[in-house]
């Protein structure tokens, strides 16, 4: 156990639709960073947040958009949502700002878009 | 970041030691090697890293040449709960640039 939560675990949902997914960090962690994984693919990195601010920006669609709130937990919200963005969503967490830290990953949200 | 090369896939018997290979020969003086693990769509799991020293820890060995340009993940005793996908990864440590992920090799522990 990684420390990392995830919630919720699936989730299915239409195109179209609007979803968001939540991730609490390890205790102490002021990062928070967010992972798209498609089928059979690495990961990619979508977004970092450090104690509530927006810290590095990856590959990240102009449909998804994410905030990380005071008590550190973070949002990563969906909307439009498209066949292709099927996928599993991971949040990570370290302790400082740089990603050369450890990352502790949760278990991921599996995201199924119909 | 430099791009690393690692095989697609890799078996090993269970209790022997498992090797995996890591090419980076474009990596510059100022970028570490990491290495994660992603067992079955789980999170991936932090494993180890180094600079240009040989580390090790209590899951695996990293053995980086002297000229930087490869390096070997070495799990000592494989067993089962092992199978999974290994990254390797290299980056400046000190920048804010990310984590760039590959397809890594997945390794299979047979009995």
């Known amino acids: 156990d990684s420390g990392v939560t995830q919630t919720p675990k699936h989730l299915i949902t239409a195109t179209g639709q609007r979803v968001t997914l939540r991730c609490s960090p390890r205790?102490?962690?002021?990062?928070v960073y967010w992972y798209q994984q498609s089928l059979d693919q690495g990961l990619q990195f979508l977004i970092q947040y450090y104690n509530g601010e927006e810290r590095a920006k990856g590959n990240i669609l102009e449909r998804f958009s994410a905030q990380q709130f005071p008590d550190l937990h973070s949002e990563l919200n969906l909307s439009s949502l498209e066949l292709g963005d099927s996928a599993l969503y991971f949040c990570?967490?370290?302790?400082?700002?740089?990603?050369?830290?450890?990352?502790?990953f949760g278990p991921g949200t599996r995201l199924t878009v119909l | 970041d430099a791009k690393t090369t690692q095989p697609t896939s890799m078996d090993c018997a269970e209790g022997r030691a498992a090797n995996l290979p890591c090419n980076h020969s474009?990596?510059?003086?100022?970028?570490?090697v990491y290495w994660y693990r992603q067992i079955h769509s789980q999170g991936p799991q932090y494993i180890i890293h180094g600079l240009k020293n040989n580390e090790t820890n209590e899951m695996a060995s990293l053995i980086i040449t002297e000229d930087r340009k490869s390096s070997t993940l070495i799990l000592p005793h494989a067993t089962l709960r092992d199978t999974a996908v290994y990254y390797c990864?290299?980056?400046?440590?000190?920048?804010?640039?990310?984590?760039?992920w590959g397809a890594g090799t997945k390794l299979i522990i047979k009995p």
């Open positions: 474009t990596i510059s003086g100022n970028e570490y």
């Open positions: 990570a967490s370290s302790l400082s700002g740089y990603s050369y830290n450890e990352q502790f």
């Open positions: 990864i290299v980056r400046v440590f000190d920048s804010n640039y990310q984590l760039i």
């Open positions: 205790s102490g962690d002021l990062s």
